[in-house]
Every structure is written in structure tokens, then in C-alpha cells.
């Protein structure tokens, strides 16, 4: 009766450990594609230029007390860049820049976090045109009653990624620096 009772003393006592443990709080959540933001700065003939993807989907497994633990991942519907430029946006979705035709969609996958100072950040995989090579950002994750919110930055030289063939591939016309921002709100997984 004792070791019953010890034993069912010890087996509480752990799952109250684990129900209150980092990776037991871990939460996934989806981007809410309405208020979430992808976009990115350019810098063409000497001017910055911005656009945006409306179409993507985050899947976000993050919790900020066990980074290492946690993941993202995001896919792009190329097709849907918009700088505000119908002709830029035509060039863009193109063979000589990202060839949709061809390329459809780009995939961005971590496979490390880590906290700093300033927030957080990880490293991953980007794979766009083809081409995939690791990409790191940095990002800050807040939680709410509602879900969370990702905000973060990268940067990126697109002709590592084969972004630009051609006259295109000239950076004194196009600047092979890329920088990206983005804002993910954040609802939980159903």
C-alpha cells in the first residue's frame, strides 16, 4: 500500500513537472493570411523599391522558453509579388527573375533558434528557383489571448539564388542585396 501510494505520489508529481515544462507550453499556430505581411526592399537604377507577396502560409511551433525546440515554416505563392509596378511585377514573375512558371512557390524552413539580446534568432533553409541555401533571421514573438505575433528581418543577395539572369543579372542595374520584412500574426492551430 505504501509503494502504491508513493508510486502514484511520484507519477502526480511528474505529470504536474511536465504539464508546467517549456516544450508542454510549446503551441503551433497558422498565419492569418488578412493581417500577416511578407515583403520585401529592392534597390533598382539607385531607388529602393518595396513589395509584397499577398499569398503565403506560416506554420509556427514556437515557444519563447525553449527556442531550440521550436520551428517555421513558410511557404510563398511567387506569383503573387506586388511592387505596385505592373510592368516591374510582370519582369519579376518572369523567367529572368523568379520564372513562376517554372518555380512557383519558395519555402523557408528553420532548423535552429536561439535567444539574443534583441530577441531571437534562427537560422534556415531558403528554397527559391530552385536553389536552396540557408538564410538566417531575426525575429521578436510575442504572445496573446488570441494567438501571437512573429516579426523578424533577413537578408538575402538573390543572385545566390539564381534571381536575376540576363540583363537582370547586372548588379549595377539591381543591387544583389535584398532585405525582407515580415509580420506574422498568429492564430492557434485547430
Not at 48 to 54: L, P, R, S, T
Not at 120 to 129: M, V
Not at 141 to 161: E, I, M, P, V, W
Request: hydrophobic fraction near 45%.
Amino acid at each position: 500500500m505504501k509503494n502504491s501510494m508513493c508510486a502514484g505520489l511520484g507519477a502526480a508529481i511528474g505529470a504536474a513537472l511536465l504539464a508546467t515544462s517549456p516544450l508542454a507550453r510549446a503551441a503551433t499556430y497558422v498565419s492569418d493570411p488578412a493581417s500577416s505581411r511578407i515583403e520585401f526592399t529592392g534597390v533598382q537604377a539607385g531607388a529602393e523599391f518595396k513589395a509584397v507577396f499577398h499569398q503565403f502560409s506560416a506554420v509556427v511551433d514556437f515557444t519563447p522558453d525553449a527556442p531550440a525546440n521550436g520551428h517555421i515554416e513558410v511557404t510563398i505563392d511567387m506569383k503573387s509579388v506586388d511592387s505596385g509596378d505592373k510592368d516591374r511585377d510582370d519582369t519579376m514573375r518572369g523567367a529572368d527573375i523568379f520564372d513562376v512558371a517554372h518555380f512557383p512557390t519558395a519555402h523557408y524552413l528553420t532548423h535552429s533558434a536561439s535567444r539574443t539580446a534583441a530577441g531571437f534568432s534562427a537560422a534556415g533553409a531558403l528554397s527559391l528557383r530552385g536553389v536552396t541555401k540557408d538564410v538566417p533571421i531575426e525575429f521578436k514573438f510575442a504572445t496573446a489571448a488570441s494567438g501571437a505575433t512573429l516579426t523578424g528581418t533577413a537578408q538575402l543577395k538573390r543572385l545566390d539564388f539564381g534571381v536575376g539572369r540576363g540583363d537582370w543579372k547586372n548588379t549595377d542595374w539591381v543591387a544583389d542585396t535584398v532585405k525582407v520584412a515580415f509580420t506574422l500574426n498568429l492564430k492557434p492551430k485547430s
